[in-house]
């Protein structure tokens, strides 16, 4: 469960970035129309599909390593961790259904689901799941379980190993709960969580804060998953006297250092008890190779399908490389994605009958990610600046071969917001095209006028521009972290530095492997150095960027990767977010307004939205796949014809 639907739920390397992958739980990213509206493409289709026995092997490639975080984004995960998480955990109450375009209620999971108004403006989602769910190893499924996830995922404990325990926040009850008691000894279990209630066996309520009502995708507060409370605190128990659920017994972070976080064991890189449709079967550390077996007691999706695939096996592959792979039929499909280099090759073999593919538009962005409270780039007109430094149209050119469009906010082209809007944001967005005048202009408004030694700046004869920042010189020195092997690295490596030179700016740029560039991305590092990195965002049908761009300290890094603190932006995404369910109009407009401000504020510098491209081999059959019915749901009606 995740009821922080943060926008950067899901980070890969740019140059081959999963569609919709991602790491968030309960969704946002991809705007969809809300639970009355379909989309009118072929996702509203329904996804028939004759069932058929488990059979044949699929070899999935990604450019993407994988670090083995199989577990919540409460730690991150890149996009190809987030394709296995949402493999091997399943059952959520609430999920995306291919036939209405939209989040709906898992009749396979859920029983009974009622919506009550409470008479203090709190809204209670009282969800009773149905009695025959059972996890992978047999184990019964019961409300202990999804209530355990709930509080799991807020508790100070687990925030004492590194995790961002923030989920519940939305509920009645969040800050007493995730806050450990003046006085108390760590280790020491919080006491109840007023909004999560446990009702029964089979029964347990969620309530909504009415500072968080009304919500435009109201229905996801219902959604949340479970995790196997013998498996992760097996000498604890959930019990509820009254007034909220709670964890009794030994709950300790050291005991949780143990059973999610170890290495060798730890349910964050080894769940070995779930209950999605695949299990994992292994993992491979040094290959970073993972397999996936079909879980044989897994009931089915919302239409009650199974997986017809019997193993699934997740694999490393070389970018330069990766359509000679599935040519040759080491690999059997490569990541959704986009850029020339993939593309081309790919569409010859598909002209010469040797693989498959299928297109649609990204539902996400590729981008410089700029940091937003350090350096230079701290500073609006900088990072406004630095956009009018490169010629985006002819990089998303370059980069593309032509199969990209430039955007100009936070949003993807698949999205349908963008779409009602979209001669709106042409007409009156500004576009940062490659202007040095311009950019130079910003920075002398913005004080870049010294010198190395204080004296005024004179082009021609200085190099580089230094303001004055809390009584001290700041040199105007751009740092991007980049990865290895990226051909949005490299690209940006030949199209900045000279103009970035020509207006009084440095550009240095160090080259790491990607997951040194996702734990600078959260800040997690003893010192944060860099001013912007390369990466990309994927959306869910459901977009709620609140928190994403939140500007309290506990948002910083995950989800607000930017670390910008902007109260009007905060407060434009808050305002669209309580947006009514059926005010689809006024949702839209008020998407507009929040682009609007992040479009003059540059957080990200948007470098394209692709046409994504899903290439795979001739014998896989009935794969179809979209913006928003992504691999994790596509593949369970796919199946293997040797």
Same mark, same amino acid.
């Given at each position: 469960?995740?009821?922080?639907?943060?926008?950067?739920?899901?980070?890969?390397?740019?140059?081959?970035?999963?569609?919709?992958?991602?790491?968030?739980?309960?969704?946002?990213?991809?705007?969809?129309?809300?639970?009355?509206?379909?989309?009118?493409?072929?996702?509203?289709?329904?996804?028939?599909?004759?069932?058929?026995?488990?059979?044949?092997?699929?070899?999935?490639?990604?450019?993407?390593?994988?670090?083995?975080?199989?577990?919540?984004?409460?730690?991150?995960?890149?996009?190809?961790?987030?394709?296995?998480?949402?493999?091997?955990?399943?059952?959520?109450?609430?999920?995306?259904?291919?036939?209405?375009?939209?989040?709906?209620?898992?009749?396979?999971?859920?029983?009974?689901?009622?919506?009550?108004?409470?008479?203090?403006?709190?809204?209670?989602?009282?969800?009773?799941?149905?009695?025959?769910?059972?996890?992978?190893?047999?184990?019964?499924?019961?409300?202990?379980?999804?209530?355990?996830?709930?509080?799991?995922?807020?508790?100070?404990?687990?925030?004492?190993?590194?995790?961002?325990?923030?989920?519940?926040?939305?509920?009645?009850?969040?800050?007493?709960?995730?806050?450990?008691?003046?006085?108390?000894?760590?280790?020491?279990? +919080?006491?109840?969580?007023?909004?999560?209630?446990?009702?029964?066996?089979?029964?347990?309520?969620?309530?909504?804060?009415?500072?968080?009502?009304?919500?435009?995708?109201?229905?996801?507060?219902?959604?949340?998953?479970?995790?196997?409370?013998?498996?992760?605190?097996?000498?604890?128990?959930?019990?509820?006297?009254?007034?909220?659920?709670?964890?009794?017994?030994?709950?300790?972070?050291?005991?949780?250092?143990?059973?999610?976080?170890?290495?060798?064991?730890?349910?964050?890189?080894?769940?070995?008890?779930?209950?999605?449709?695949?299990?994992?079967?292994?993992?491979?550390?040094?290959?970073?190779?993972?397999?996936?077996?079909?879980?044989?007691?897994?009931?089915?999706?919302?239409?009650?399908?199974?997986?017809?695939?019997?193993?699934?096996?997740?694999?490393?592959?070389?970018?330069?490389?990766?359509?000679?792979?599935?040519?040759?039929?080491?690999?059997?499909?490569?990541?959704? +994605?986009?850029?020339?280099?993939?593309?081309?090759?790919?569409?010859?073999?598909?002209?010469?009958?040797?693989?498959?593919?299928?297109?649609?538009?990204?539902?996400?962005?590729?981008?410089?990610?700029?940091?937003?409270?350090?350096?230079?780039?701290?500073?609006?007109?900088?990072?406004?600046?630095?956009?009018?430094?490169?010629?985006?149209?002819?990089?998303?050119?370059?980069?593309?071969?032509?199969?990209?469009?430039?955007?100009?906010?936070?949003?993807?082209?698949?999205?349908?917001?963008?779409?009602?809007?979209?001669?709106?944001?042409?007409?009156?967005?500004?576009?940062?095209?490659?202007?040095?005048?311009?950019?130079?202009?910003?920075?002398?408004?913005?004080?870049?006028?010294?010198?190395?030694?204080?004296?005024?700046?004179?082009?021609?004869?200085?190099?580089?521009?230094?303001?004055?920042?809390?009584?001290?010189?700041?040199?105007?020195?751009?740092?991007?972290?980049?990865?290895?092997?990226?051909?949005? +690295?490299?690209?940006?490596?030949?199209?900045?530095?000279?103009?970035?030179?020509?207006?009084?700016?440095?550009?240095?740029?160090?080259?790491?492997?990607?997951?040194?560039?996702?734990?600078?991305?959260?800040?997690?590092?003893?010192?944060?150095?860099?001013?912007?990195?390369?990466?990309?965002?994927?959306?869910?049908?459901?977009?709620?960027?609140?928190?994403?761009?939140?500007?309290?300290?506990?948002?910083?890094?995950?989800?607000?990767?930017?670390?910008?603190?902007?109260?009007?932006?905060?407060?434009?995404?808050?305002?669209?977010?309580?947006?009514?369910?059926?005010?689809?109009?006024?949702?839209?407009?008020?998407?507009?307004?929040?682009?609007?401000?992040?479009?003059?504020?540059?957080?990200?510098?948007?470098?394209?939205?692709?046409?994504?491209?899903?290439?795979?081999?001739?014998?896989?059959?009935?794969?179809?796949?979209?913006?928003?019915?992504?691999?994790?749901?596509?593949?369970?009606?796919?199946?293997?014809?040797?």
């Amino acid at each position: 469960m995740k009821k922080i639907l943060v926008l950067l739920l899901v980070l890969a390397l740019v140059f081959n970035f999963s569609a919709c992958s991602k790491p968030a739980e309960t969704g946002t990213d991809v705007n969809q129309p809300n639970d009355k509206d379909k989309e009118d493409d072929d996702s509203s289709k329904e996804p028939a599909n004759e069932q058929r026995e488990a059979a044949g092997s699929l070899t999935y490639g990604s450019t993407t390593d994988m670090n083995g975080n199989f577990f919540t984004t409460m730690w991150g995960n890149n996009a190809a961790d987030a394709i296995v998480k949402d493999l091997i955990h399943g059952y959520k109450t609430v999920d995306y259904q291919k036939e209405t375009g939209s989040y709906e209620i898992d009749d396979t999971v859920v029983k009974e689901l009622k919506q009550i108004e409470n008479a203090d403006g709190t809204k209670t989602f009282e969800i009773e799941i149905n009695s025959d769910l059972v996890f992978s190893d047999g184990s019964p499924i019961t409300a202990k379980d999804y209530v355990f996830s709930a509080l799991l995922t807020s508790h100070p404990e687990v925030t004492d190993i590194g995790a961002n325990a923030t989920d519940g926040i939305d509920y009645v009850g969040f800050e007493d709960y995730n806050t450990r008691p003046e006085g108390a000894t760590e280790g020491q279990v +919080s006491d109840t969580f007023a909004g999560i209630r446990l009702l029964g066996d089979y029964k347990f309520s969620l309530t909504v804060k009415a500072e968080n009502l009304p919500y435009f995708y109201d229905l996801t507060y219902a959604q949340v998953r479970p995790y196997p409370l013998a498996v992760i605190a097996p000498n604890a128990d959930i019990v509820d006297e009254g007034n909220g659920a709670k964890i009794t017994g030994e709950f300790t972070s050291e005991i949780l250092e143990q059973t999610i976080n170890n290495a060798e064991t730890g349910y964050r890189f080894y769940p070995k008890v779930t209950a999605g449709p695949y299990m994992l079967d292994s993992f491979d550390v040094s290959t970073k190779i993972a397999i996936l077996k079909y879980n044989p007691n897994y009931k089915g999706d919302y239409n009650g399908q199974k997986p017809q695939i019997a193993q699934l096996i997740f694999k490393k592959v070389n970018k330069a490389t990766e359509i000679d792979e599935l040519v040759a039929g080491t690999v059997d499909m490569l990541d959704a +994605s986009g850029g020339k280099d993939l593309i081309l090759p790919g569409l010859d073999a598909v002209d010469e009958g040797k693989i498959s593919v299928t297109t649609f538009p990204r539902c996400g962005y590729g981008k410089i990610v700029f940091v937003c409270d350090i350096g230079p780039t701290q500073f609006v007109k900088v990072r406004q600046a630095i956009a009018h430094c490169l010629d985006v149209p002819e990089f998303a050119r370059q980069y593309s071969g032509g199969y990209a469009s430039v955007v100009y906010g936070a949003y993807g082209v698949a999205q349908w917001m963008y779409q009602e809007n979209a001669a709106t944001i042409e007409k009156e967005f500004n576009k940062y095209a490659l202007d040095l005048g311009k950019a130079e202009e910003l920075l002398i408004e913005d004080g870049w006028t010294l010198n190395a030694n204080g004296g005024e700046f004179v082009k021609g004869t200085d190099t580089l521009r230094h303001k004055m920042v809390d009584g001290k010189l700041m040199p105007l020195v751009i740092k991007h972290l980049a990865s290895s092997q990226n051909a949005v +690295s490299d690209l940006l490596s030949g199209m900045l530095p000279s103009n970035m030179e020509a207006v009084g700016m440095k550009y240095e740029q160090t080259v790491v492997e990607f997951p040194v560039v996702l734990d600078n991305l959260y800040g997690d590092v003893p010192e944060r150095v860099y001013n912007m990195m390369n990466l990309a965002s994927g959306y869910y049908p459901a977009f709620d960027p609140y928190y994403t761009y939140h500007t309290d300290e506990q948002f910083m890094g995950n989800p607000n990767s930017n670390f910008l603190r902007d109260e009007q932006l905060m407060n434009l995404a808050k305002d669209m977010r309580q947006t009514p369910s059926d005010d689809r109009e006024g949702y839209a407009k008020k998407w507009l307004e929040f682009q609007r401000r992040w479009n003059e504020l540059v957080p990200d510098l948007p470098l394209y939205s692709d046409e994504y491209h899903a290439f795979f081999s001739t014998k896989v059959k009935n794969f179809e796949i979209d913006p928003f019915w992504t691999f994790r749901y596509a593949v369970l009606y796919a199946y293997i014809e040797e």
